[in-house]
């Protein structure tokens, strides 16, 4: 059973850096293909990739976003931590992790299964 | 990359058939795979169908996906009240990143 759950401040200033933690069971990051994203979602608004990190540190990020972020992993500890740099209201949101959709010796382009989501506040 | 289009609402009434269209680009819709999330208020997406049109186990069967050139559509039939939700499309993108769209709300008359 694969479970994923996000951590973080839930209040930062603006031009504060986010981090944020997502950590992970039933399936090891180690493994070839899996992978873990990060997708966010500003109150009443539409889904917004992030980023993605694969079992091989291949890492992908959104091309809007890509000189905030930064993706990184701790295989040992089961856990995915995602950095946003200068941080602004406009960045309020929930934010999730999701795992990347890889079972019976296939992998898929898509998100199976989701953390329930940590809201993030921007504000002085 | 921009968000991939979609309906800003879909309503139907319980029992009818709705599709939701998800248009996008050459370089996401057309050649590469699409994903379907269904949301319900205050949670996290659910997916309901992958590589197009392809349904996780417990997913129900009135669930379908499909796609022609640059737009994918789902299809609820049967529509039931908690089918009541936010839809949105996904695909990945040919630098190897992923879009949403821009969502559809399912209202069940």
């Known amino acids: 059973q694969i479970t994923l759950k996000e951590a973080g401040p839930t209040l930062v200033k603006p031009t504060q850096t986010l981090t944020l933690t997502c950590t992970f069971s039933?399936?090891?990051?180690?493994?070839?293909?899996?992978?873990v994203g990060w997708v966010r979602q500003p109150p009443g608004k539409a889904l917004e990739w992030l980023a993605l990190i694969y079992w091989n540190d291949d890492k992908r990020y959104s091309p809007s976003l890509k000189s905030r972020l930064t993706i990184s992993k701790d295989t040992s500890k089961n856990q995915v931590v995602l950095t946003m740099t200068n941080m602004d209201p406009v960045d309020t949101g929930t934010y999730y992790c999701?795992?990347?959709?890889?079972?019976?010796?296939?992998?898929?382009?898509?998100?199976?299964?989701w953390g329930q989501g940590t809201l993030v506040t921007v504000s002085s | 990359q921009s968000a991939l289009t979609q309906p800003a609402s879909v309503s139907g009434s319980p029992g009818q058939s709705i599709t939701i269209s998800c248009t996008g680009t050459s370089s996401d819709v057309v050649s590469w795979y699409v994903s379907w999330y269904q949301q319900h208020p205050g949670k996290a997406p659910k997916l309901m169908i992958y590589d197009v049109n392809n349904r996780p186990s417990g997913v129900s069967n009135r669930f379908s996906g499909s796609k022609s050139g640059s737009t994918a559509s789902l299809t609820i039939s049967g529509l039931q009240a908690e089918d009541e939700a936010d839809y949105y499309c996904s695909s990945y993108t040919s630098t190897s990143t992923y879009v949403f769209g821009s969502g559809t709300k399912v209202t069940v008359l």
């Open positions: 999701a795992h990347r959709r890889c079972g019976g010796g296939s992998c898929h382009q898509t998100y199976d299964y």
């Open positions: 039933g399936f090891s990051l180690s493994t070839s293909g899996e992978g």
